[in-house]
């Protein structure tokens, strides 16, 4: 194995294991999977006690015999961050490296010291971090993705090798995103999929990424929900010929009649889960549509906005994250931010983990008009990614005033020298490839409206029209 390759031995041989555990954990029902949990979380507090001098100095007050999760403090990414190298447990893996590493975009997929993926994130915090996974963690991500997720999609069926199929993901690619970077990494670990698979990039014209679609002909599409629900307009116009056998959505919310919408126009199943960058695979769809929580490798916390557990069937105000997976960069108790619910029922599917609700991103697609007057589909995912890359802010607002006007407000604790100079530049230039050259942008500053709990906020809506008269 070279610098900057991943092991394909020793990746199968951890694969091998943990996907063996998940399948027998789902057989072996709720007992086999609480008392896993419970020695996963022992180990792993352990662990972060003795190896992260942050969780050290944190967890002072606590108990040192019988460590339980309600005895430790919440962490939040700012404070994770503003202490990475007193955070992880491998000297090695500082801050100042992990940055410089994710600096270099060649690298996305590449493997950090020959044994780390790292991901970087903003969310919908608008704080920027950088997560570091160890070998282990993304064995079991791989493993629950491969025994859990993809026996529910018709496209992975046992009688039709995966290798037959065609692989599109159309997901942000200017940085080293959880979704690039594990893409990326099935690619160097396994020639078959190099072969068979292909990635889009979301901030490319609608247009084009259709046009590119018909040329690969995808039997398998990942994207974001709102991207499926523009290529579904797309095929309805008449505009994109492709069968797939399944769409795969993760990363927003997606409602139960664009679900609809999209397998009317596609002929095929929709699936989705919910991840993180903190955690790939946090819950797994079933073919009732359920959302399943793989609570045999990650502890959801919902609460309320003091912190306090909420019971089953109530909407939290934020959620806490434990992953039992990840011993490089512990994550316990780690406030995820969104809102999430426990239900107290079970799914009539049979699988024995929770069912929770989820509710997520839910940002807007843009329809902005051309020159001619023609509407143009903008992802949000794209804007985003656009400002974020392009002019380095995380804390912003996008709202569509007009056909063809865009609102744009920054917070005034801009570190960028003329930061409403740069949006502004680097949103017309984005614009400007999706075929609009005659957007109007108007930036402002104030205060970004987020949750007083979780600190997420929405970024992209469309302004609905006053009504005028009673």
Same mark, same amino acid.
């Given at each position: ?228 629900? &523009?290529?579904?307009? /797309? =095929?309805? @116009?008449?505009? *994109?010929?492709?069968?797939?056998? %399944? #769409?795969?959505?993760?990363? $927003? ?29 946090? &819950?797994?769809?079933? /073919? =009732?549509? @359920?959302?399943? *929580?793989?609570?045999?490798?990650? %502890? #959801?916390?919902?609460?309320? $906005? ?36 426990? @239900? ?127």
């Amino acid at each position: 194995m070279r610098p900057g390759e991943w092991s394909f031995l020793d990746a199968m041989w951890r694969w091998g294991g943990f996907a063996t555990d998940a399948g027998w954990t789902q057989a072996a029902g709720r007992v086999a999977i609480e008392r896993l949990r419970q020695e996963r979380l022992q180990r792993l507090l352990a662990w972060t006690r003795r190896h992260s001098r942050y969780y050290a100095t944190h967890w002072a007050k606590a108990p040192r015999r019988d460590l339980r999760l309600a005895d430790l403090p919440h962490v939040h990414k700012a404070d994770l961050m503003a202490h990475f190298d007193d955070w992880v447990t491998d000297s090695a893996v500082t801050r100042k490296a992990v940055e410089h590493f994710a600096s270099d975009l060649v690298r996305i997929g590449q493997p950090m010291l020959g044994r780390y993926a790292v991901f970087s994130s903003s969310g919908t915090t608008g704080v920027p971090g950088l997560i570091v996974h160890d070998a282990d963690a993304l064995a079991v991500y791989d493993a629950l993705g491969a025994t859990r997720m993809g026996a529910l999609a018709p496209a992975w069926n046992w009688g039709e090798p995966l290798t037959g199929h065609r692989y599109a993901l159309i997901a942000a690619t200017e940085g080293h995103f959880a979704g690039i970077v594990s893409w990326e990494r099935l690619r160097a670990l396994h020639p078959w999929f190099e072969a068979n698979a292909r990635v889009f990039p979301v901030t490319a014209p609608i247009r084009e990424t259709c046009a590119e679609l018909e040329r690969f002909r995808p039997t398998v599409v990942a994207s974001y929900a709102t991207v499926l629900r &523009a290529l579904a307009y /797309e =095929r309805d @116009a008449g505009r *994109l010929a492709i069968q797939p056998s %399944v #769409l795969w959505y993760g990363g $927003e919310w997606l409602a139960p009649i664009a679900r609809d919408h999209i397998q009317r126009a596609f002929g095929c199943r929709v699936a989705g889960d919910y991840g993180a960058s903190e955690f790939l695979n946090i &819950a797994f769809e079933c /073919e =009732r549509g @359920a959302l399943h *929580l793989n609570d045999d490798w990650v %502890v #959801l916390e919902p609460v309320d $906005e003091n912190y306090e557990p909420v019971p089953p069937d109530t909407a939290s105000a934020s959620v806490l994250l434990t992953n039992l997976a990840n011993h490089v960069q512990p994550l316990v108790r780690y406030e995820l931010g969104d809102s999430v619910t426990i @239900a107290s029922k079970p799914c009539a599917c049979g699988r024995p983990f929770p069912v929770i609700r989820v509710d997520g991103r839910r940002d807007e697609i843009l329809r902005l008009d051309d020159s001619r007057g023609h509407d143009v589909p903008i992802m949000p995912m794209a804007l985003c990614t656009a400002v974020e890359e392009g002019a380095g802010e995380h804390r912003f607002q996008v709202v569509q005033t007009g056909p063809a006007a865009l609102r744009v407000r920054l917070e005034p604790a801009s570190r960028s020298r003329h930061p409403g100079a740069r949006v502004k530049d680097c949103l017309s230039q984005f614009l400007a490839r999706q075929g609009l050259t005659h957007v109007a942008i108007r930036v402002e500053t104030g205060d970004i409206a987020a949750h007083p709990v979780s600190g997420k906020f929405r970024q992209v809506w469309r302004e609905k029209p006053r009504l005028v008269g009673g």
